[in-house]
């Protein structure tokens, strides 16, 4: 079975104000506004900006509704060629289509038209001097970041192997001292006991450090520990897509954990799932070293490579070839696990003997 967290049910955005874009993090597109100061308050919905030619042309149907209008000199190009009464109408008819905001590009003056519908219908018109193809890339990387669906959940996030490794567990389980071994092996912490989550495009979910504590880590009988001054500033990242989730669970007696790793449980975050590694938390178990062996483990599977799987294909196989070599009747179960024993036996049995040559 999954373990099912969180839930994603459609695409959702969180909507941001068009006042957002004259923040700091657009800076270098220097955007300047001309008219519509009382529309900043203008929501947009969706991070996808779009060019309203085909609109001007009269064709409407895929100018979508909360959304950042770019206009290059192509656009203004078009409408100056169009008489005046039909460009007045064009631009009127663009303008009361529910848009977030105009910005036209390359420092092109937008025509008076333009300006007047803005102003009456308070909708926010900014121009930059960047190219279109630099304001489209800009904008979208930024309302991407910004209006990016997002959970924060009680975790840690850790760099291991250039794997992103989400650290589960509930309160008091060892995730704190986990991390800590393990940034003591070498890896980096991205955050401890809160991580903020973001899904981006293309199914890319990245985590991120939480700005008040970013790099802090809480050890019950210590305190509260700065990881970048103990351990130096190459202990700690603000950011890493997540690639693995591996939960921390009480050891509870009687309880059947995964002995092959061949089910194969995954993790729902925002709607992407993600290989799901549960280990359960013992007395004189190593964790960080299993969860070392974890990011590995999973290192290989990326490069086509299941231990768990070829070796159950060579018991399998094992299993057949007697089937066949005897009356043609595949062995029982408890043949079939003798099989298998002996096989794990005889390499075990392999391997000292090498090691005692070796010693010679």
């Not at 520990?225 to 997540?242: A, C, H, M, Q």
């Amino acid at each position: 079975m999954s373990d099912r967290r969180e839930s994603w049910e459609d695409e959702s955005f969180v909507e941001t104000e068009v006042r957002s874009l004259t923040s700091d993090a657009l800076a270098d597109l220097s955007l300047q506004l001309v008219t519509g100061a009382d529309g900043l308050d203008r929501l947009i919905l969706k991070p996808r900006v779009q060019k309203p030619g085909l609109a001007f042309a009269g064709y409407y149907e895929y100018i979508k509704p909360g959304r950042v209008q770019i206009i290059g000199a192509s656009e203004i190009g078009y409408l100056n060629s169009l008489p005046p009464r039909l460009r007045e109408k064009r631009v009127r008819d663009v303008a009361g289509l529910d848009v977030s905001c105009f910005v036209t590009t390359k420092g092109k003056d937008p025509i008076s038209e333009f300006v007047k519908e803005c102003e009456n219908h308070s909708i926010p018109l900014f121009r930059t001097d960047s190219m279109s193809s630099t304001t489209i890339t800009r904008i979208t990387y930024f309302l991407e970041e910004t209006m990016a669906p997002r959970i924060t959940i009680h975790g840690g996030l850790l760099d291991v192997y250039g794997i992103g490794l989400l650290l589960l567990g509930e309160s008091g389980v060892g995730k704190s001292e986990c991390a800590l071994d393990l940034v003591w092996r070498g890896h980096r912490l991205v955050s401890d006991d809160t991580v903020l989550i973001k899904r981006h495009p293309n199914e890319v979910v990245i985590g991120y450090s939480n700005d008040l504590i970013s790099h802090h880590m809480e050890l019950r009988g210590i305190g509260i520990i700065n990881v970048k001054d103990l351990f130096g500033v190459s202990s700690t990242r603000d950011v890493k897509p997540i690639d693995i989730v591996v939960k921390l669970e009480r050891w509870v007696e009687g309880t059947e954990y995964d002995r092959l790793g061949v089910t194969g449980e995954s993790y729902d975050l925002l709607g992407v799932r993600k290989p799901l590694v549960r280990l359960p938390v013992a007395s004189g178990r190593n964790l960080a070293l299993l969860v070392e062996i974890a990011a590995r483990n999973y290192l290989m599977k990326l490069q086509g490579y299941n231990t768990a799987e070829e070796l159950v294909e060579r018991v399998n196989e094992e299993i057949m070839r007697r089937g066949v070599e005897g009356d043609g009747v595949a062995p029982l179960p408890s043949e079939s696990a003798s099989i298998r024993d002996k096989h794990i036996i005889n390499r075990s049995q392999h391997e000292r003997t090498r090691g005692v040559r070796r010693k010679r």
